[in-house]
């Protein structure tokens, strides 16, 4: 025959131990699973550090080219000096 339970189940000493209880479900990392996750780990740059890369790379672009410019320009301006002198002899 089965009994029949009459009040609550929720004793103070239930109550307690419920306040306390872990969600064993919730899966925590050991302490060597934490060196592990730290030699596997992957690092995502942000959009913003992205853009950043970008703009040094591209900004490294133009200054070369702005060298490559100067270059010709000092090349060019000895030339005409050259072409000066060549036709003040003649």
Do not use: C
Not at 18 to 30: F, K, M, Q, T, Y
Not at 67 to 74: A, L, R
């Amino acid at each position: 025959m089965k009994r029949l339970a009459v009040g609550s189940p929720m004793t103070p000493k239930y109550i307690e131990w419920l306040g306390r209880r872990v969600n064993d479900n919730i899966p925590v990392p050991s302490q060597g699973d934490n060196q592990l996750a730290g030699k596997h780990a992957r690092v995502v740059p942000s959009e913003l550090e992205v853009i950043r890369q970008d703009f040094e790379r591209k900004n490294s672009e133009f200054e070369k080219k702005i060298e490559q410019i100067e270059d010709e320009k000092m090349n060019l301006k000895l030339d005409i000096d050259v072409q000066k002198l060549e036709t003040e002899k003649v």
